[in-house]
Nanobody
Framework: QVQVVESGGGFVQAGGSLRLSCTAS????????MAWFRQAPGKERKGVSC????????YYAESVKGRFTISRNNAKNTVYLQMNSLKPEDTAMYYC?????????????????WGQGTQVTVSS
């Protein structure tokens, strides 16, 4: 069983920055691809970014490319999402997810372990 816990959400003005953190315990962290998803009220959940377990390749949704950076520290069992130049449309609940695969994905169906989420609110 893998436990996933997010932290770092909050309230920020447009143009500001936040860093989300996610720890995964209960298994070998570097055996998992890790990803961030988000869901705004009344909208479907969408993939934001993913980092592979082996070579650290990263993938981003078009809406966040150039503004968000995903990284991982396997020694700390932690994945990060650095979010810069935040926009009001980035407001959402952000979820961290883990999948025991070598490849990366922005499809929620590929991930079996999820955190409870952390709220990010960006004011205009």
């Amino acid at each position: 069983q893998v436990q996933v816990v997010e932290s770092g959400g909050g309230f920020v003005q447009a143009g500001g920055s936040l860093r989300l953190s996610c720890t995964a315990s209960g298994s070998t962290f570097d055996a998992f691809a890790m990803a961030w998803f988000r869901q705004a009220p009344g909208k479907e959940r969408k993939g934001v970014s993913c980092i592979s377990r082996t070579d650290g390749r990263t993938y981003y949704a078009e809406s966040v490319k150039g503004r968000f950076t995903i990284s991982r520290n396997n020694a700390k069992n932690t994945v990060y999402l650095q979010m810069n130049s935040l926009k009001p449309e980035d407001t959402a609940m952000y979820y961290c997810a883990a999948a025991p695969y070598a490849y990366c994905s922005l499809s929620g169906a590929d991930f079996g372990y999820w955190g409870q989420g952390t709220q990010v609110t960006v004011s205009s």
